[in-house]
């Protein structure tokens, strides 16, 4: 059974950095054509794919965010880590971790997401 | 990067109903265009791939079609279990987008 689980602070200050981790199982980083990317969803609003690593540790960054991410994967702990920088208020979200296959004929769809972990910026 | 445009961005409707929900990019995606339902609380869930694939176990009242820039998502008979929000993703460019979503309620 494929499960990714979000952990990290619920709380955190603007200017501060956030670390959050994704913790999978059911597959591994090191299997071909495997990738985990995050996604975020401020309260009531779209979602927005923030960051992507692959097996290969590729890396890929939403533009707009690229200057203040950084992932990266430990795959002896089946951990992916996002960071990011300069918190501000409006970074107040849910952030899912999310798993697919680079196979195009799957158009790289997310097929197994976690739940999701609720983080606020405030002072 | 690929802009996505949704529409409409709520509606409402009743059980039976046909619903369909389209979703257009700034630029061909060929056929990478997947939909997601999400509900209240809850993580997105995958319905369709490549604009027109079932997921496995996803019932067959949804179905996608659409290529390059034009695509919809189609509830044949709406169910009461699918009242949610709809989003659209492309994964064409190296950098992925989503729609802005669907919200389906209740008429």
């Known amino acids: 059974q494929v499960t990714l689980r979000e952990s990290g602070p619920a709380l955190v200050k603007p200017t501060q950095t956030l670390t959050l981790t994704c913790t999978f199982s059911g597959f591994s980083l090191t299997t071909s054509g495997m990738c985990v990317s995050w996604i975020r969803q401020p309260p009531g609003k779209a979602l927005e794919w923030l960051a992507r690593?692959?097996?290969?540790?590729?890396?890929y960054y939403s533009t707009s965010l690229q200057t203040r991410l950084t992932i990266s994967k430990d795959t002896s702990t089946n951990q992916v880590v996002l960071t990011m920088t300069n918190m501000d208020p409006v970074d107040t979200a849910t952030y899912y971790c999310?798993?697919?296959?680079?196979?195009?004929?799957?158009?790289?769809?997310?097929?197994?997401w976690g739940q999701g972990t609720m983080v606020t910026v405030s002072s | 990067d690929i802009q996505m445009t949704q529409s409409p961005s709520s509606l409402s409707a009743s059980v039976g109903d046909r619903v369909t929900i389209s979703c257009r990019t700034s630029q061909s995606s060929s056929s990478y265009l997947n939909w997601y339902q999400q509900k209240p609380g809850k993580a997105p869930k995958l319905l369709i791939y490549?604009?027109?694939t079932l997921q496995s176990g996803v019932p067959s009242r949804f179905s996608g079609s659409g290529s390059r820039t034009d695509f919809t998502l189609t509830i044949s008979s709406l169910q009461p279990e699918d009242f949610a929000t709809y989003y659209c993703?492309?994964?064409?460019?190296?950098?992925?987008?989503f729609g802005q979503g669907t919200k389906v309620e209740i008429k």
């Open positions: 490549a604009a027109s």
């Open positions: 999310a798993r697919n296959y680079f196979d195009a004929s799957k158009s790289y769809a997310f097929d197994i």
């Open positions: 993703q492309q994964t064409y460019s190296t950098l992925w987008t």
């Open positions: 690593i692959d097996w290969d540790d590729d890396k």
